[in-house]
Every structure is written in C-alpha cells, then in structure tokens.
C-alpha cells in the first residue's frame, strides 16, 4: 500500500513538471518556461552545449504561445563551452547567472550586465580566456566559487560595493591582472581565490 501511494506521489510529481515547464526557442534563444509564474530561464539546445555562436542579444521579455514571459535567469550551463560566442547582452530582468553559465567561452571578448544581477554562480565564468575587463555590478551580493578562475587575459577588474565575500578560487590563474580594488563590503576572502595571479 505504501508503494502504491509512493508511486502515485511519484507521477504526480512528474506530471506537475511537465505541466510547468517546457522548452522552446525564440529567436535563436533556447528556454525553460514556468507556465504558472512566466518566467524563462535561458537554457541550450537539446541537453547539447555549444548552441550560440556570435553576438546573443537576450530580451527581458518574449511573447509565446500568447502569453508573455519576462527572463528571469541565465541558467545552469547555458552557454558552457560556445567557443564562438563573442558577446551577450544580458537584461535587466535578470537577475542571476547560474553556475557553469558561461564556462568555457573562450571568444567571448564582451559582457554586458545590468545592475539587476543579484548572484554569479560557481565557475559560471571559468576559461573565459578572451574577457580582458569584468565589472561585477553593484548589485552582485553572491560570487560563486571558480567564477571567473582562468580568465587569463583579464586585466581590469571593477568589484561591486555590495559584494560581501569573494569565493574559493574566484579569480584564480587570472594571470593578466595587474590590480584589484577590494571595497568595504568584502568581510571575507575564501582560499585561492587569486592564486596564480602572477
């Protein structure tokens, strides 16, 4: 009887997935929408990375369907290893950039972020080889470990005055950088978080 009732739970929760969320591409940008919320977090092709190439200008907001979704979320591996991205325009609507968003775009030379980005995941940056200058904006509270870790052509990094601690290995390798402005806000800095910043 318990398995029974464990089974029923099981696919009920499966059902309210698939009733919740669904993937779809608009204009060249793939998403995961919330129905009930309309909300989109920016996703990739297919469970494959490498789906963008160029220059992805990301709106706040799409109609789909007839309905009207504003873009909340970068998410998880989004972009990971688009080794021909070369710039994104993120929206203000969005307000964080999950883990492993960008990892591995090594052409990505542009970054544009709005003051409504409250959290940089863990290695969301990590191998961005060709971003020469980062500004974490005012409003980035979390820094996620590995965020920017072998961003090896970074020269220039601005930080945030709402930043309250800078993660494990954040910027780690970053080889270029030649000098770093650490604001008040900063009350802890984890472990290696500039090592081999020669």
């Given at each position: 009887m318990i398995m029974k009732k464990l089974f029923f739970l099981?696919?009920?929760?499966?059902?309210?997935?698939?009733?919740?969320?669904?993937?779809?591409?608009?204009?060249?940008?793939?998403?995961?929408?919330?129905?009930?919320?309309?909300?989109?977090?920016?996703?990739?092709?297919?469970?494959?990375?490498?789906?963008?190439?160029?220059?992805?200008?990301?709106?706040?907001?799409?109609?789909?369907?007839?309905?009207?979704?504003?873009?909340t979320k970068i998410g998880n591996s989004a972009f990971r290893d688009c080794s021909d991205l070369t710039s994104i325009d993120i929206p203000e609507s969005v307000t964080i950039i999950d883990s492993y968003a960008f990892k591995g775009c090594n052409s990505l030379t542009s970054l544009n972020t709005?003051?409504?980005?409250?959290?940089?995941?863990?290695?969301?940056?990590?191998?961005?080889?060709?971003?020469?200058?980062?500004t974490i904006p005012?409003?980035?509270?979390?820094?996620?470990?590995?965020?920017?870790?072998?961003?090896?052509?970074?020269?220039?990094?601005?930080?945030?005055?709402?930043?309250?601690?800078i993660g494990a290995h954040a910027f780690q390798y970053c080889s270029s950088l030649t000098n770093v402005t650490i604001p008040n806000s900063v009350t802890i800095i984890r472990e290696y978080a500039f090592s081999g910043c020669i």
């Amino acid at each position: 009887m318990i398995m029974k009732k464990l089974f029923f739970l099981s696919m009920t929760i499966c059902l309210s997935l698939i009733v919740n969320a669904a993937d779809v591409m608009v204009d060249g940008v793939y998403y995961n929408l919330s129905i009930n919320d309309k909300v989109a977090v920016v996703t990739y092709r297919d469970n494959t990375y490498n789906s963008y190439s160029g220059n992805v200008v990301i709106p706040s907001s799409f109609s789909y369907g007839g309905t009207e979704y504003s873009v909340t979320k970068i998410g998880n591996s989004a972009f990971r290893d688009c080794s021909d991205l070369t710039s994104i325009d993120i929206p203000e609507s969005v307000t964080i950039i999950d883990s492993y968003a960008f990892k591995g775009c090594n052409s990505l030379t542009s970054l544009n972020t709005q003051n409504s980005v409250t959290s940089i995941g863990e290695y969301a940056f990590q191998g961005c080889s060709g971003l020469t200058s980062v500004t974490i904006p005012n409003s980035v509270t979390y820094l996620g470990e590995g965020a920017f870790q072998s961003c090896s052509s970074m020269t220039s990094l601005a930080i945030g005055n709402s930043l309250s601690g800078i993660g494990a290995h954040a910027f780690q390798y970053c080889s270029s950088l030649t000098n770093v402005t650490i604001p008040n806000s900063v009350t802890i800095i984890r472990e290696y978080a500039f090592s081999g910043c020669i």
